[in-house]
């Protein structure tokens, strides 16, 4: 059942032992918005915890409270269940281990699957966190620096710190009201940008390795084992290799094992899910990705026929 | 003499025929408050032109009027002269050629060097962008798409699409009324971080250059002659280098001619301004620069030393 805000507030306020958790493999508004809204509780005198069936990033240490995040390893009941940013589905071990009086679900994505007894959905918000913001000042709740800092998190991750589409004027009003609580975006931002000296010489490595196709509306980086064995992380470089100009499609092809290599995929204008699902993967538009069962060169010949066929089918 | 932001207004409603300047190697900040004033200027029907005495990137051609940039050439006379985004130095063949009865400069340095006839500044603002907005609201311009979008340019790449400490909740709720009126956030920072093929090729081989010292609290980029000349642009480079885990101060170094080196740095903590100005140069406390009129090797064994002085004295 959709609720209003201000009812979503008043279920909270009902409920005196509260469980907050969020989708697996939980990014920054998964984790800002469930330790925003624990802080907000906590002050209120609720006896809340926050289980994710998943690790928590390391990088989002920086986010008061972060330690007290848990994995649901045991039976539990509850109040209530507060599931952030994802519909019932993608929870885990929490469905199964949390027994709770009833469910309020908030959220921002508009595929959710609407299956909460109470529903809180605005998928014009640009993150759950930003939602969370706007409960707090329908319930006159003041923002903590340390629900802020969390809040500011959730928000600034999920609209690419205010580069994305999806950043309104209300994003920016909310972020600027949570500057004004304390929040140091430079601190926020540099923390989660934060690159070992490694990560920095292997990208360079990456990028000396793009190549350009199709005219230059394909490019993409290509590391064979022994290059990706070399790699602790391949985070950002699609990201680099989608900023060049003319590029619609960019891919990054790693081999992991000798006939094993994974693929992402961003464009701008192809529908690259098509092509991810052409060859057994899956995804969104803009991202998407697939496992390829074979060795490196025929995984590369492999991806690059079915984005060049992709590409002259959407000339 | 230091003037009120309403005088600031009274001075350009008082003047006719206008001229707007803005530094040399001119940012995003400089192109944007230069095109959003123009653009209020010449709704009020006064005569301007902007007269920038270098190249505008072509990144910037997305900012409505970025066409009707010039560069001085001849002599030119003015009621007014609008200095932007500097003090009086850093104007190129603009203080030669152009001949104004008076000039009124807008800036948000504190370097500034406090020469004009009029001065507005406000070192508390991210970007003179911003400064220009708040001119807009305290004389009653309405934000028009067009200056909208060259003020949100101005603002968003002074303050790092609002990740740097610079960012205030005024800079966020300015840049709210922005977007407010029609600016696309998206569109901005793409066209912004859209890249040639050749530059993340060159960035690939200054990242392979960075030298860590002073235990890694210090980190840069030092091009010789040769590998500068091979590289059409250094945008960006800096940034890598300041997200390295660990490094206070970020340098780049480039050698420009045998005995002409030009220096950027970026910090977390140290005091950069100060390193700057001590070998001729300015800027803020964590963004300054300077030029080094001496040869490679000694330019990179001179800035090193300051460097390291100031992270000791820090310490």
Redesign the interface.
């Known amino acids: 059942m959709h609720i209003s805000l201000r009812d979503t507030g008043n279920c909270l306020l009902r409920a005196q032992k509260i469980v907050i958790t969020a989708h697996i493999n939980p990014d920054g508004d998964a984790i800002g918005s469930s330790l925003g809204l624990m802080h907000a509780l906590q002050y209120l005198g609720k006896d809340v915890s926050i289980l994710i069936d998943d690790d928590i990033p390391v990088t989002f240490s920086i986010l008061p409270g972060y330690e007290l995040i848990e994995k649901p390893v045991k039976p539990v009941s509850c109040d209530l269940l507060v599931v952030l940013d994802t519909g019932l589905e993608r929870l885990g071990q929490v469905r199964e281990l949390v027994e709770s009086k009833s469910i309020l679900n908030i959220d921002h994505h508009i595929s959710n699957d609407n299956a909460a007894e109470f529903l809180y959905l605005d998928a014009e918000r640009a993150a759950t966190a930003e939602i969370i913001c706007q409960l707090f000042k329908e319930m006159g709740w003041g923002f903590s620096l340390q629900a802020a800092t969390a809040l500011y998190t959730g928000i600034?991750t999920d609209c690419?710190?205010?580069?994305?589409?999806n950043?309104?004027?209300?994003?920016?009003?909310l972020?600027?009201?949570l500057?004004?609580a304390g929040v140091?975006?430079?601190v926020i931002?540099?923390a989660l940008?934060?690159?070992?000296?490694a990560h920095?010489?292997s990208?360079?490595?990456a990028?000396?390795t793009?190549e350009?196709l199709d005219n230059?509306r394909v490019?993409g980086v290509f590391l064979n084992q022994e290059l990706t064995a070399s790699m602790e992380s391949t985070e950002g470089f699609i990201d680099?290799?989608r900023?060049?100009?003319g590029v619609d499609v960019a891919v990054l092809l790693k081999c992991i094992e000798e006939k094993l290599c994974r693929v992402s995929m961003r464009s701008r204008y192809t529908d690259v899910s098509k092509i991810a699902v052409s060859l057994g993967g899956g995804g969104h538009i803009r991202a998407a990705g697939c496992t390829l069962r074979m060795p490196f060169l025929t995984a590369k010949q492999t991806l690059l026929s079915a984005v060049s066929r992709a590409i002259g089918e959407n000339r």
Chains 1, 2 share one sequence.
Request: aromatic share 8%.
């Open positions: 600034a690419g710190f205010f580069r994305y589409s950043t309104t004027p209300s994003t920016m009003c972020a600027a009201e500057l004004a140091k975006p430079n931002s540099e940008e934060r690159k070992s000296y920095v010489q990208m360079a490595t990028m000396q793009i350009l230059g490019a680099v290799v900023t060049i100009n």
